[in-house]
């Protein structure tokens, strides 16, 4: 078992920064590729970023391509996520996730095993 704790959501204006973290528990974190993802209401869950086991390969969805970065750190058993350049369409829950079977992680929800219960972000404009 694993277990996940978001924290860093809050309101923030447009154009301005937020940092999300992860805290894992319970498992080899280091062992783990992790992912974030958003949903807002009424919408579906989708794909923000993902990170390898080791930190070395990331991934973006293009709407964040350039303002978010997505880092671990396997000695504090955490990832965050920087975001820079916010905009009211980047409001939404902020999920964190879990990934045993891939390296690389995955652009898809199903296919992480594990995730948090999810902090908010809002932008206002």
């Known amino acids: 078992q694993v277990q996940l704790v978001e924290s860093g959501g809050g309101l923030v204006q447009a154009g301005g920064s937020l940092r999300l973290s992860c805290a894992a528990s319970g498992r080899t974190f280091s062992s783990l590729s992790m992912g974030w993802f958003r949903q807002a209401p009424g919408k579906e869950r989708e794909f923000v970023a993902a990170?390898?086991?080791?930190?070395?390969?990331?991934y973006y969805a293009d709407s964040v391509k350039g303002r978010f970065t997505v880092s671990r750190d396997n000695a504090k058993n955490t990832v965050y996520l920087r975001m820079n350049s916010l905009k009211p369409e980047d409001t939404a829950v902020y999920y964190c996730?879990?990934?045993?079977?891939?390296?690389?992680?995955?652009?898809?929800?199903?296919?992480?095993?594990?995730w948090g219960q999810g902090t908010q972000v809002t932008v206002s404009s």
């Open positions: 990170v390898s086991w080791s930190g070395d390969n990331t």
């Open positions: 996730a879990a990934c045993q079977q891939y390296y690389t992680g995955s652009y898809y929800p199903n296919e992480y095993d594990y």
